[in-house]
């Protein structure tokens, strides 16, 4: 099994440029094989935010909202239904029709999160979590659409062509061992110092896999 070994954390820079992190040197024998992996995760999530008033309650079955209402039925807790007509006869179509799947609504003392959406006649159908009702009520419902941030990447496609014991390795929400190396680098690189050892030393001692002679 392969040994992995953290070097470092840090916060990437905001604009397209080398950085230098200094790190522990690590002794590694000719001939070895080794990976230099970096794990980049998406920036904090911006939300752009905007709200409307709804009636909203909670019916023992399934109905369909009427103009300026938003229910929850006992029935189908894990569903929030909105008129696309608010309390302020606002149409909120545009809105409603940028909420996604990840999205949160917060109104009637409860917070929940998008898991699915379906449009009909004017209504749209959130799939929430979690599936527990807020008081019912005239309340004032934030929408949070959650805009990606993209990750930059360098690559240098062909950069590893020559020589070719060295490969580029890549994957987007992929395990590690899914990934197929390539000749192309991707924006890490390091730093090697030469080390000559004599081959007259004999290792003496063994302790946490260093040794000494």
Known sequence: ??????????DGPISAEWIEIAVSPLLVASGAVFDLSTVVNEPPASPTQWNGNWN???PNNDTVPIAGAANQSNKTLGVVNFNAEDADAG??????????????????????????????????SFGVSPALQGTAGLDNFVFSVIVPTPIEYAVDVDYNADPSNI????IVDGAYENITPDDNQYGVDILV????????WEIVAVSEGLAGG
């Open 1 to 10: 099994n392969p040994i992995v070994t953290q070097v470092a954390s840090f």
């Open 56 to 58: 909203y309650t909670t």
């Open 91 to 124: 149409d909120k179509t545009v809105g409603l029709d940028a909420v996604a799947v990840g999205d949160t609504i917060a109104g009637a003392g409860r917070t929940w999160t998008v898991q699915s959406i379906a449009v009909n006649a004017g209504v749209y």
């Open 167 to 170: 490969k580029g390795l890549f």
């Open 193 to 200: 110092q030469e080390a000559v050892i004599s081959d007259q």
